[in-house]
């Protein structure tokens, strides 16, 4: 099939079955890998900074928390402008330059954390840089919104978006591993000396970086040739500008500030977090159990979404969510005595899961709400309401972009407000009972304008 496809109508059940169904599925699939690519690139330094201090690098514990933030702040705002790139350039076009540019800071990292002497501007320079896989996000979304008809939306975008979060977990396990073995041999440098206390072994930190440039190639390869762009996509900036006076727009930027804003948040401030509060406990051992429930769980949210509603499922995501993190609040440690470890990682591993379903449900809400609005300003007739079709498809991309791109901000403000309450208070209290106030917000907003009965827009 040709790389750009004239005739594109997935609600149109003859032509989905006879043809639409399988070109979709085929550009979900190769979909899927790049955006996890794109997730483990985002993620690597929450991992990469534990070892940081111990060959060499005297970072203080506030600049190892900016070092975990700053790619969430990236690549928030890169996501800003990614939202609107898939009508303008394609979406096999622009997955396969924006997979090929995490080749940048793959490779940066591999060669600076070999050196101790290495500014810690550059440092941060990097960080910055691994937003690439961030942005990522808005563009992948926006594109997978395209091809799948509205009944198989949510479980198609839980699909692309839970497996692609996978790599936050793959990454937090995989890095531990791969930073222990001589890997490239002479072609990947020479080992540093990880040193604590009187214990001293090898380590291969370059190796966080270095690991993922063939498959960061070969992902690149397969959206270059194997995927599609829509001609029906096609659409300028200006056209989709037309988000920014929607309010429903806003609204569900603020539900996804508490859903994936929270997923990522909470996943870059993990291993800092447990190590903190509990430094007996290796966080490398249990830290990508809570980004790899997220991310099992966002499929459900969204098949659950498709089946039962994306506001019921989302109203009580968020009433849940406050428990979990009053669970949390209750198995701190205070003052260095006290907590329980055990409850403490349950609880994360429960709001970790419930992230990821809302997640799902959010982003099914997303379609729903604009589809509706689109076709009660249409009217009856058939003509207005088949272009009210595409014109809220196309509304619905854009806005599933641009909402990812400001929920992505809670990867940064998360682990920094743990580093604030910290500095302020002594603990991290004074940062969760703020999300358990959020939350609240969230649970309003989602029961006036969608859950409750007779609500502005029910989905």
């Known amino acids: 099939m040709a790389s750009l496809i004239t005739r594109w109508e997935p609600e149109n059940a003859g032509f989905w079955q006879q043809e639409g169904k399988a070109v979709a599925r085929r550009n979900l699939w190769i979909s899927i890998p790049a955006l996890t690519l794109a997730f483990i690139m985002w993620q690597v330094w929450s991992v990469a900074v534990l070892n940081m201090p111990n060959i060499g690098f005297n970072y203080s514990q506030n600049q190892l928390f900016w070092l975990a933030a700053l790619p969430a702040l990236s690549g928030a ?16 076009k622009w997955t396969a330059l924006s997979t090929a540019s995490l080749l940048i800071p793959a490779l940066g990292i591999g060669f600076a954390v070999q050196d101790p002497s290495t500014s810690y501007s550059t440092m941060m320079m990097l960080a910055l840089l691994c937003g690439f896989g961030g942005g990522n996000f808005s563009s992948s979304m926006s594109n997978i919104s395209f091809f799948f008809p509205k009944a198989e939306k949510g479980t198609a975008l839980g699909l692309n978006a839970g497996l692609g979060n996978l790599g936050v977990s793959v990454v937090q396990f995989v890095v531990p591993i791969v930073i222990t073995l001589g890997l490239f041999g002479q072609l990947g440098g020479d080992p540093q000396t990880w040193v ?31 995927m599609n762009d829509l001609a029906a996509a096609k659409a300028s900036f200006s056209d989709q500008a037309i988000i920014f006076k929607r309010k429903h727009n806003w609204l569900m930027c603020w539900l996804y500030v508490g859903t994936f804003g929270s997923f990522i ?17 290796d966080p490398t051992k249990y830290v990508f159990l809570g980004p790899l429930v997220g991310a099992l769980t966002r499929p459900v949210g969204g098949w659950l979404a498709d089946k039962i509603g994306g506001a019921k499922v989302t109203q009580a995501v968020f009433v849940l969510m406050i428990g979990a993190v009053m669970g949390v609040l209750a198995f701190l440690p205070h003052g260095g005595v006290g907590g329980s470890f055990g409850g403490f990682f349950a609880m994360f591993l429960c709001l970790f899961a419930l992230t990821g379903i809302g997640n799902g449900s959010t982003f099914m809400q997303v379609p729903a709400i604009f589809l509706t609005l689109h076709k009660r300003w249409a009217g009856n007739d058939a003509k207005a309401q088949q272009q009210a079709t ?5 509304e619905a991309a854009a806005v599933l972009g641009f909402s990812g791109a400001i929920g992505a901000y809670g990867g940064f403000f998360i682990p920094k407000s743990y580093g604030t309450s910290i500095s302020m208070t002594g603990g991290v209290d004074a940062a969760l009972y703020a999300f358990i106030a959020f939350y609240v917000t969230c649970v309003l907003i989602n029961w006036w304008f969608y859950a409750r009965k007779n609500a502005e827009v029910p989905c």
Request: glycine share 12%.
């Open 77 to 92: 705002t890169l996501r800003i402008f990614y939202s609107f790139m898939v009508p303008i350039f394609g979406g096999r």
């Open 196 to 226: 604590k206390g009187a214990v001293s072994k090898p380590m291969w930190l370059q190796n966080a970086g270095f690991v993922w440039v063939p498959f960061i190639i070969l992902s690149t390869l397969a959206a270059w040739f194997g």
């Open 265 to 281: 948040g909470f996943s870059a401030g993990f291993p800092l977090l447990m190590k903190g509060q509990f430094p007996d406990m």
């Open 390 to 394: 595409a014109e809220a498809t196309k």
